[in-house]
T-cell receptor
Protein backbone atom coordinates (compact mmCIF):
# COMPACT_ATOMS: atom_id res chain seq x y z
CA UNK A 1 0.00 0.00 0.00
CA UNK A 2 0.90 3.64 -0.22
CA UNK A 3 0.97 4.40 3.48
CA UNK A 4 1.88 2.93 6.85
CA UNK A 5 -0.54 0.25 7.96
CA UNK A 6 -1.12 -1.17 11.41
CA UNK A 7 -3.06 -4.14 12.68
CA UNK A 8 -5.23 -4.74 14.49
CA UNK A 9 -6.90 -1.33 14.56
CA UNK A 10 -8.57 -2.16 17.86
CA UNK A 11 -7.57 -4.63 20.54
CA UNK A 12 -9.29 -5.43 23.81
CA UNK A 13 -7.25 -7.46 26.27
CA UNK A 14 -7.87 -8.72 29.76
CA UNK A 15 -5.34 -7.63 32.35
CA UNK A 16 -2.43 -10.04 32.30
CA UNK A 17 -2.78 -11.07 28.66
CA UNK A 18 0.00 -10.69 26.13
CA UNK A 19 -0.64 -8.66 22.96
CA UNK A 20 1.23 -8.18 19.68
CA UNK A 21 0.78 -5.12 17.50
CA UNK A 22 1.95 -5.09 13.89
CA UNK A 23 3.29 -2.26 11.75
CA UNK A 24 3.89 -2.33 7.99
CA UNK A 25 5.96 0.74 7.09
CA UNK A 26 6.14 2.40 3.70
CA UNK A 27 8.27 0.26 1.40
CA UNK A 28 11.89 1.38 1.37
CA UNK A 29 11.68 3.42 4.55
CA UNK A 30 14.76 2.86 6.65
CA UNK A 31 13.58 4.28 9.96
CA UNK A 32 10.66 3.03 12.00
CA UNK A 33 9.30 4.51 15.21
CA UNK A 34 6.75 3.41 17.80
CA UNK A 35 4.85 5.96 19.87
CA UNK A 36 2.24 5.67 22.61
CA UNK A 37 -0.58 8.20 22.67
CA UNK A 38 -2.82 8.45 25.72
CA UNK A 39 -6.21 10.10 25.41
CA UNK A 40 -5.88 13.87 25.05
CA UNK A 41 -2.10 13.77 24.92
CA UNK A 42 0.55 13.99 22.25
CA UNK A 43 2.39 10.88 21.07
CA UNK A 44 5.26 9.77 23.32
CA UNK A 45 8.30 8.02 21.89
CA UNK A 46 8.76 4.35 22.69
CA UNK A 47 11.46 2.95 20.40
CA UNK A 48 13.28 3.46 17.09
CA UNK A 49 14.71 1.14 14.44
CA UNK A 50 17.09 1.84 11.61
CA UNK A 51 16.60 -1.13 9.30
CA UNK A 52 16.66 -4.15 11.63
CA UNK A 53 18.73 -2.48 14.33
CA UNK A 54 16.95 -1.13 17.37
CA UNK A 55 18.95 2.04 17.99
CA UNK A 56 16.92 3.55 20.81
CA UNK A 57 14.51 1.89 23.22
CA UNK A 58 14.73 4.47 25.96
CA UNK A 59 11.01 5.23 25.82
CA UNK A 60 9.78 1.72 26.56
CA UNK A 61 8.00 2.10 29.92
CA UNK A 62 8.93 -1.28 31.34
CA UNK A 63 10.52 -4.61 30.50
CA UNK A 64 7.05 -5.88 29.62
CA UNK A 65 7.38 -3.97 26.34
CA UNK A 66 9.41 -5.49 23.54
CA UNK A 67 9.77 -4.53 19.88
CA UNK A 68 11.43 -6.17 16.92
CA UNK A 69 11.99 -5.62 13.22
CA UNK A 70 13.88 -8.77 12.20
CA UNK A 71 14.07 -8.20 8.45
CA UNK A 72 14.15 -4.42 8.43
CA UNK A 73 10.58 -3.99 7.22
CA UNK A 74 7.58 -5.16 9.29
CA UNK A 75 7.80 -4.45 13.01
CA UNK A 76 5.98 -5.93 15.97
CA UNK A 77 5.44 -4.33 19.36
CA UNK A 78 4.72 -6.89 22.05
CA UNK A 79 3.34 -6.12 25.47
CA UNK A 80 3.45 -8.89 28.04
CA UNK A 81 1.15 -9.18 31.05
CA UNK A 82 -0.86 -6.11 30.04
CA UNK A 83 -1.93 -3.62 32.71
CA UNK A 84 -4.72 -1.06 32.64
CA UNK A 85 -2.21 1.76 32.33
CA UNK A 86 -1.14 0.27 28.98
CA UNK A 87 -4.47 1.36 27.48
CA UNK A 88 -3.61 3.86 24.74
CA UNK A 89 -3.27 4.25 21.00
CA UNK A 90 0.00 2.81 19.70
CA UNK A 91 1.24 4.66 16.64
CA UNK A 92 3.85 3.49 14.20
CA UNK A 93 5.70 5.89 11.93
CA UNK A 94 8.30 5.45 9.23
CA UNK A 95 10.70 7.76 7.45
CA UNK A 96 12.88 7.41 4.39
CA UNK A 97 16.08 8.06 6.27
CA UNK A 98 17.40 9.21 9.59
CA UNK A 99 18.73 12.44 8.14
CA UNK A 100 18.09 15.91 9.44
CA UNK A 101 14.83 16.31 7.53
CA UNK A 102 13.14 13.20 8.79
CA UNK A 103 9.46 13.67 8.01
CA UNK A 104 7.69 10.79 9.64
CA UNK A 105 4.63 9.19 8.11
CA UNK A 106 2.22 7.79 10.66
CA UNK A 107 -0.06 4.81 10.56
CA UNK A 108 -3.65 4.94 11.87
CA UNK A 109 -2.66 3.36 15.16
CA UNK A 110 -3.86 0.44 17.23
CA UNK A 111 -6.22 1.36 20.05
CA UNK A 112 -5.49 -0.98 22.96
CA UNK A 113 -7.98 -1.26 25.79
CA UNK A 114 -6.98 -3.32 28.81
CA UNK A 115 -9.87 -4.36 31.04
CA UNK B 1 14.50 18.01 30.58
CA UNK B 2 12.32 18.17 27.52
CA UNK B 3 9.36 20.53 27.56
CA UNK B 4 7.00 21.57 24.79
CA UNK B 5 4.06 23.84 25.61
CA UNK B 6 1.05 24.70 23.52
CA UNK B 7 -2.50 25.77 24.44
CA UNK B 8 -4.91 22.94 25.16
CA UNK B 9 -7.89 24.30 23.25
CA UNK B 10 -8.78 27.09 20.83
CA UNK B 11 -11.98 28.07 19.09
CA UNK B 12 -12.54 30.11 15.94
CA UNK B 13 -15.16 30.72 13.27
CA UNK B 14 -15.16 29.83 9.60
CA UNK B 15 -13.18 32.24 7.44
CA UNK B 16 -11.17 33.57 10.36
CA UNK B 17 -7.43 33.39 11.05
CA UNK B 18 -6.02 31.53 14.06
CA UNK B 19 -2.48 31.35 15.45
CA UNK B 20 -1.40 28.38 17.54
CA UNK B 21 1.70 29.04 19.61
CA UNK B 22 4.33 26.56 20.75
CA UNK B 23 7.29 27.09 23.06
CA UNK B 24 9.97 24.49 23.59
CA UNK B 25 12.94 23.68 25.77
CA UNK B 26 14.74 20.58 24.56
CA UNK B 27 18.25 19.17 24.89
CA UNK B 28 18.60 18.84 21.12
CA UNK B 29 17.02 20.56 18.14
CA UNK B 30 16.80 19.30 14.60
CA UNK B 31 13.80 21.20 13.36
CA UNK B 32 10.26 22.06 14.44
CA UNK B 33 7.38 20.09 12.99
CA UNK B 34 3.64 20.70 12.97
CA UNK B 35 1.24 17.81 12.51
CA UNK B 36 -2.54 17.75 12.19
CA UNK B 37 -4.51 14.94 13.77
CA UNK B 38 -8.23 14.39 13.31
CA UNK B 39 -9.95 12.37 16.00
CA UNK B 40 -9.20 8.67 15.65
CA UNK B 41 -6.80 9.20 12.76
CA UNK B 42 -3.06 9.31 12.18
CA UNK B 43 -1.11 12.54 12.55
CA UNK B 44 -0.38 14.06 9.14
CA UNK B 45 2.56 16.34 8.37
CA UNK B 46 1.86 20.05 7.90
CA UNK B 47 5.17 21.89 8.08
CA UNK B 48 8.83 21.84 9.01
CA UNK B 49 11.05 24.74 10.10
CA UNK B 50 14.76 24.42 10.80
CA UNK B 51 15.83 28.02 10.14
CA UNK B 52 14.33 31.15 11.68
CA UNK B 53 11.52 32.75 9.78
CA UNK B 54 8.21 32.06 8.13
CA UNK B 55 7.37 29.13 5.87
CA UNK B 56 4.16 29.52 3.88
CA UNK B 57 2.22 26.66 2.34
CA UNK B 58 -1.20 27.57 1.05
CA UNK B 59 -3.57 28.46 3.90
CA UNK B 60 -1.03 27.30 6.49
CA UNK B 61 2.13 29.12 7.58
CA UNK B 62 4.64 28.26 10.27
CA UNK B 63 7.15 30.49 12.02
CA UNK B 64 10.25 29.68 14.03
CA UNK B 65 12.51 31.65 16.34
CA UNK B 66 15.27 29.37 17.61
CA UNK B 67 16.71 31.97 20.00
CA UNK B 68 13.33 32.29 21.72
CA UNK B 69 12.42 28.61 21.53
CA UNK B 70 9.17 29.65 19.89
CA UNK B 71 7.06 28.63 16.93
CA UNK B 72 3.56 29.29 15.72
CA UNK B 73 1.22 27.76 13.16
CA UNK B 74 -1.03 30.23 11.35
CA UNK B 75 -4.18 28.98 9.71
CA UNK B 76 -6.01 31.34 7.35
CA UNK B 77 -9.50 31.19 5.83
CA UNK B 78 -10.55 28.59 8.35
CA UNK B 79 -12.83 25.79 7.21
CA UNK B 80 -14.91 23.37 9.25
CA UNK B 81 -12.58 20.55 8.18
CA UNK B 82 -9.73 22.31 10.00
CA UNK B 83 -11.27 21.23 13.31
CA UNK B 84 -8.59 18.89 14.63
CA UNK B 85 -5.72 18.59 17.06
CA UNK B 86 -2.52 20.38 16.07
CA UNK B 87 0.69 18.87 17.37
CA UNK B 88 3.95 20.77 17.75
CA UNK B 89 7.01 18.50 17.73
CA UNK B 90 10.77 19.00 18.01
CA UNK B 91 13.00 16.76 15.92
CA UNK B 92 16.02 15.11 17.48
CA UNK B 93 18.88 14.20 15.12
CA UNK B 94 18.42 10.69 13.83
CA UNK B 95 15.83 9.74 16.38
CA UNK B 96 12.33 10.46 17.48
CA UNK B 97 10.09 13.47 17.58
CA UNK B 98 9.22 15.00 20.92
CA UNK B 99 5.60 16.08 20.83
CA UNK B 100 3.63 18.63 22.77
CA UNK B 101 0.25 17.62 24.12
CA UNK B 102 -1.56 19.12 21.17
CA UNK B 103 -4.00 21.98 20.67
CA UNK B 104 -7.60 21.05 19.91
CA UNK B 105 -9.02 23.57 17.46
CA UNK B 106 -12.79 23.83 17.06
CA UNK B 107 -14.08 25.75 14.05
CA UNK B 108 -17.70 26.82 14.11
CA UNK B 109 -19.93 28.29 11.41
Amino acid sequence: GAGVSQSPRYKVAKRGQDVALRCDPISGHVSLFWYQQALGQGPEFLTYFQNEAQLDKSGLPSDRFFAERPEGSVSTLKIQRTQQEDSAVYLCASSFSSGSYNEQFFGPGTRLTVL
Amino acid sequence: GQNIDQPTEMTATEGAIVQINCTYQTSGFNGLFWYQQHAGEAPTFLSYNVLDGLEEKGRFSSFLSRSKGYSYLLLKELQMKDSASYLCAVGQAGTALIFGKGTTLSVSS
